[in-house]
């Protein structure tokens, strides 16, 4: 198989198709980090634990080959059909692989047919771990609770392997987590949920203790309870044990002096990275610069980063956001609108596969859409914040200290 240029991955959206109350045949979009061209062929999302297998028909697999070549070389996220009922579990790799049925980029049409490529019945007997597993992973973001429940069964079997142990608790940890975006922010049960994915990715640790994601996870489920000495601690221990992490570590890092009010601190974790290493390339540092400048009141340096970060990974939908703001800030609203109703076509593609977690934002980025397009109507110039208001509220917003955390030593 071609191989695949190596891509950030922002998130995945899962959800069972609309027609199938089964919930066998799902759809999840992500960006390529992994692939293979044994037996056929085969890619993964990044930071993902499931493994997809392309179709036996080597005119089509060629056809995906060219379609996931062109995503990886546009940077721009593929969308597939799986059966999550024949997910086969690999106890040594901790993943779980799927027949692919269907696959497609940005706008472009589906490959693959689906009743050919994934027939049906289900392989494995319903009642069993590796089912449970595989479906649970495949419900994580589109019926989170259900994903709960499916990866608990399979967390009690304790034949389980340690590679697919850490992979069911880090997918149940997501699920919590997935579960707590759509709870009132800092409330009593929003902390539950944070506390049940930060007691997963604990013992995620105690299982694979060599994955830094599984470190990350739990900086930021601290991060959630206000446990915010306690985060920054994990970011620097990551940093200490894996010098390689260091662009992650002044990433997140940022990310938490940001939710604490501390903006020009956020800036400088990232601008201290960029003096050591150079200038840094690829959305991720970009984002967020941009969005630390922007609460910074720095609009034009905001919209000059994004424009960067777009170059590299022109489908992502909240960069999109990000400049509508920034160009709100500046007074051009025509420009800001124009991102606006951009992101909101992008956005509308992890609404129909998320369901209830993309729900909220996409309210609120409607709602924005229309102040816009009313404030363009009326040919007004002056600078506003309506593309800033409320879509990002959760992720800037300090907290108080979970009665759920114990207290910090001394």
């Not at 071609?2 to 950030?8: E, R, V």
């Not at 938490?256 to 601190?265: M, T």
């Not at 509308?348 to 996409?362: E, H, K, S």
Request: aromatic share 8%; with cysteine.
């Amino acid at each position: 198989m071609k191989s695949l240029l190596i891509l950030a991955t922002l998130a995945a959206a899962q959800a069972a198709a609309p027609d199938d109350s089964a919930q066998r045949i799902i759809s999840t979009a992500g960006y390529v980090e992994h692939a293979g061209d044994e037996n056929g062929g085969w890619f993964q999302f990044a930071f993902s634990h499931q493994r997809f297998r392309l179709p036996a028909d080597a005119g089509v697999t060629e056809a995906m080959i060219r379609v996931l070549a062109e995503a990886s070389q546009r940077g721009m996220s593929v969308r597939v059909r799986y059966d999550s009922w024949a997910g086969r579990a690999d106890a040594a790799g901790g993943f779980v692989e799927y027949p692919l049925c269907a696959l497609s980029v940005a706008s472009g049409a589906s490959i693959g047919d689906e009743r050919a490529n994934c027939p049906g019945p289900a392989a494995i007997p319903p009642d069993s771990t590796e089912n449970a597993l595989a479906r649970g992973l495949a419900l994580t973001m589109a019926q989170p609770a259900q994903a709960r429940l499916l990866l608990g069964h399979a967390l009690e079997d304790t034949h389980l392997s340690a590679p697919l142990r850490a992979a069911a608790l880090a997918a149940r940890a997501g699920a919590a987590e997935n579960i707590s975006e759509t709870l009132p922010f800092a409330g009593e049960a929003f902390d539950r949920v944070v506390a049940d994915a930060l007691a997963d990715d604990r013992a995620l640790v105690a299982v694979a203790p060599d994955d830094a994601e599984a470190q990350y996870a739990v900086a930021r489920q601290l991060g959630d309870l206000g446990g915010y000495a306690e985060a920054e601690a994990v970011y620097r221990a990551i940093g200490r044990h894996w010098p390689g992490e260091a662009f992650n570590v002044a990433v997140r890092t940022g990310a938490l002096y940001r939710r604490q009010g501390l903006y020009a601190d956020a800036l400088r974790a990232l601008d201290d990275y960029a003096a050591r290493e150079g200038p840094q390339q690829g959305m991720k540092f970009h984002y967020h610069r941009a969005w630390t400048l922007t609460l910074l009141n720095r609009p034009q340096e905001a919209v000059e980063e994004l424009g960067q970060g777009l170059a590299t990974q022109p489908d992502y939908a909240y960069a999109y956001f990000m400049r509508a703001c920034a160009y709100g800030r500046l007074g051009r609203i025509s420009e800001a609108l124009a991102d606006q109703e951009r992101g909101l076509e992008l956005f509308r593609g992890l609404v129909q596969d998320g369901g209830d977690l993309f729900a909220g934002q996409l309210a609120i980025a409607t709602a924005t859409a229309d102040t816009l397009r009313q404030a363009a109507a009326a040919g007004r110039h002056e600078p506003t914040a309506i593309a800033c208001d409320r879509l990002w509220e959760r992720e800037i917003r300090s907290r108080p200290r979970s009665p759920l955390l114990p207290r910090p030593a001394g």
